[in-house]
């Protein structure tokens, strides 16, 4: 049977980061990572892969090159969490035991919720961003786009980075414009099951000028339940507040999926689960409210903050610093207020950088209103963060939660 110090489950954007400053502040610690994946991928970067900016090569690692130097890789998957005896058993039957845990498996893509679609996707303009299979597909589908309804959909919260699904409609809207023979028998559409554009209000109100500005039909409450690739229609449930629930069939040209995602069965079906699935841990300290032992960080943790990479950068550090005081015998005072960075490209050459907490207020890294479309932005969103991630972040870097050291209030 297998121990160490500290065992992290996941070895993607949370996992690598966490074992990075897990061994920068202390070289000694025997720290494993039960991760079976091979490749790693800079999944904010295939909106931009949809877009036709990147190409998925670009957003692409080797595990193994990511692994920190001293952290033993274990190249198998979780298969049961065993909290009351500091131990989890692995998909090929070991049992790992650990002084502390960090639960860091990210979430589930549940494509088989909407019918037909796993078997429309890939072809006949039925594509999505978030998975790499599909992604370069998108592009293919805004490339060859002719004519009818480019429709984007955006499932029932949570999912990561809620503000991916509207991204690739901006692209995509404005990749159309380019050929206004095209534009003019075209329409987008945004079909999505929250009942507003974005949950933060101070980034709500510039989006939905974006969207008059643009002409794109936003469809609130509108969730999808059914693809039919034959007759290219996408069927939503709408429920709107006051209405009777009703059925939409939208015909399509091309059809952007974002999937409704869970917690992983594995997290899910253990002890460490709260009631919604996600690993129950406490949302300033990030260590789980029943196994003192537990930590999770990204976006298989419970805390109600927006689930992105950026948001890592900002757990990572405090995660770090109340493990190892649990380690010692005490109890830290690292304190997560919920920072996430959801970069929302508005169209090529324009991005909102929106930073904000868990009370919904801005936290912008820049002495710059936030709240404004910026080309400056978009060079932070194409260039500077996949740098700050693959040199930084999953490096243990210094920069913490802010892009810019030095700039933190
Ligand atoms: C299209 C798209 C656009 C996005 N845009 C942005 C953006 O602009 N900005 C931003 O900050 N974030 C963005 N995100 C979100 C961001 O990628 C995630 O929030 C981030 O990757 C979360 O990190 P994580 O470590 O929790 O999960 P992941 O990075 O997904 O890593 C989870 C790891 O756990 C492993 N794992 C799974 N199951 C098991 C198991 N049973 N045992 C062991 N290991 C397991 C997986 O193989 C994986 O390596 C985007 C995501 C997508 C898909």
Request: some cysteine; proline content about 8%.
């Given at each position: ?12 954007a949370a996992?690598?980061t ?14 494993a990572?039960?991760?079976?994946a ?5 999944q904010?970067?295939w ?10 090569e670009?957003?692409?690692r080797?595990?193994a ?8 890789w ?21 049992t790992l035991?650990?002084?502390?845990l ?12 909407i ?5 429309a996707?890939?072809?006949?303009g039925?594509?999505s ?5 599909f ?13 009818g309804?480019?429709v ?17 409609a901006?692209?995509?809207?404005d990749?159309?414009?380019r050929d ?14 929250t ?5 933060i ?9 974006v969207?008059a500005?643009k ?9 999808l ?21 009703r059925?939409?069939?939208i015909?399509y ?11 992983p069965p ?25 196994y ?10 419970g805390?109600p ?11 990572a ?9 649990q ?14 960075c ?13 930073e ?9 890294s ?8 910026r080309w400056s932005?978009w ?18 870097g210094?920069?913490?939660k802010?892009?810019i ?5």
């Amino acid at each position: 049977m297998g121990h160490h110090q500290v065992l992290i489950v996941g070895g993607g954007a949370a996992g690598i980061t966490v074992a990075a400053r897990l061994k920068r502040a202390r070289p000694g610690l025997d720290v494993a990572i039960l991760e079976p994946a091979t490749e790693h991928y800079y999944q904010p970067g295939w909106t931009l892969v949809g877009g036709g900016v990147f190409s998925l090569e670009q957003t692409r690692r080797l595990e193994a090159d990511l692994i920190p130097a001293g952290v033993t890789w274990i190249r198998e998957a979780v298969a049961g969490f065993d909290p009351d005896h500091n131990s989890v058993s692995t998909s090929a039957g070991q049992t790992l035991r650990y002084d502390a845990l960090v639960v860091a498996t990210g979430m589930t893509l549940n494509w088989a919720a909407i019918k037909g679609l796993p078997e429309a996707l890939g072809k006949g303009g039925v594509c999505s961003n978030y998975a790499k299979e599909f992604a370069p597909y998108t592009w293919e589908c805004i490339q060859h786009f002719k004519g009818g309804n480019a429709v984007f959909t955006c499932p029932p919260m949570p999912i990561k980075c809620p503000g991916a699904p509207q991204k690739i409609a901006y692209l995509a809207d404005d990749a159309i414009k380019r050929d206004p023979a095209v534009a003019a028998k075209s329409k987008v559409i945004y079909a999505t099951a929250t009942p507003g554009i974005f949950g933060i209000p101070v980034y709500a109100a510039p989006l939905r000028e974006v969207v008059a500005r643009k002409g794109i039909d936003a469809r609130y409450s509108h969730t999808l339940t059914e693809v039919r690739p034959a007759s290219k229609e996408a069927v939503f449930q709408v429920a709107k507040e006051g209405e009777e629930p009703r059925e939409e069939v939208i015909s399509y040209e091309l059809l952007h999926v974002t999937p409704p995602m869970t917690a992983p069965p594995v997290v899910a079906q253990s002890p460490l689960a709260a009631a919604s699935g996600f690993v129950e841990v406490d949302k300033h300290t990030l260590q789980h409210v029943r196994y003192a032992n537990v930590f999770s960080s990204g976006d298989v943790s419970g805390m109600p903050n927006s689930k992105t990479a950026a948001a890592v950068r900002g757990q990572a550090p405090v995660l770090v610093t109340n493990l190892l005081a649990q380690l010692d015998g005490g109890q830290g005072d690292g304190s997560y207020n919920g920072y996430s960075c959801c970069p929302l490209i508005t169209g090529y050459g324009k991005t909102i950088m929106a930073e904000f907490n868990y009370d919904a207020q801005p936290e912008p890294s820049f002495p710059l209103d936030p709240t404004q479309e910026r080309w400056s932005m978009w060079l932070m969103k194409t260039v500077v963060l996949p740098w700050l991630y693959w040199n930084r972040m999953l490096k243990g870097g210094d920069h913490e939660k802010r892009f810019i050291p030095g700039l933190d209030r």
